[in-house]
């Protein structure tokens, strides 16, 4: 049986922007993937509310992205697939981001994936550019304008980081875009479509091993 890691945020995690609750198994993209893949893969979800990607995040160990992830690794004998979801949160104006942000936080990533699982497969996905309807929300007291601007160049290094390291790459603004009731979260509907590429990703890449 394969081993797919899904390693991301709340939209990992499953967020359900109109009232906070996570949406069951069957509503998040990566439960989706469980009815998917079928059964020769085990589905291993690993989705925080609040993760960022590069900052130590003051929520705590396990929604500081790259700190957490090598004591994640730590816990799976082997995986074949290691899906990285992360970005946005680092994005929040209290950080203050910039370009070597993104850089720096998604190469450890894909370091730390190939020291712990050398063989396993890296599929990165860039985050939707957040809407403007965020600086309504309940998020405003954590995003801003300039969080919108910079979500806006995330795909653009990911792609370049994901081309010289040799992983896959899903731009998640091609087929999905966040609620509109808070600008950052997705709804069922681009949960199921996220669900249907990476697992169409997934076994394409296998295929073609």
Request: with cysteine; net charge neutral; hydrophobic share 35%.
């Amino acid at each position: 049986m394969k081993k797919v890691l899904c390693y991301g945020d709340s939209n990992t995690f499953g967020f359900n922007p109109a009232d906070g609750s996570r949406y069951q198994k069957t509503q998040r993209w990566s439960g989706m993937l469980v009815d998917l893949l079928g059964s020769q893969y085990r589905v291993i979800e690993e989705g925080c509310n609040n993760r960022t990607l590069y900052f130590e995040n003051t929520a705590g160990l396990i929604t500081s992205g790259c700190k957490y992830f090598t004591k994640c690794l730590k816990k799976y004998d082997n995986i074949d697939f290691v899906i990285l979801a992360l970005g946005l949160n680092d994005t929040q104006f209290l950080y203050n981001a910039d370009e070597s942000t993104f850089q720096k936080g998604l190469s450890a990533l894909i370091s730390d994936s190939r020291k712990f699982f050398s063989s396993a497969q890296i599929l990165v996905l860039g985050p939707s550019v957040i809407k403007k309807t965020i600086l309504n929300s309940f998020f405003a007291q954590m995003f801003d304008e300039t969080s919108i601007e910079k979500s806006k160049i995330i795909c653009d290094i990911y792609k370049k980081i994901t081309d010289n390291q040799g992983c896959l790459f899903l731009d998640l603004n091609t087929i999905v875009t966040p609620s509109d009731i808070d600008g950052l979260h997705y709804d069922i509907d681009a949960h199921k479509k996220i669900a249907k590429e990476v697992a169409k990703i997934i076994s394409d890449s296998q295929q073609n091993e």
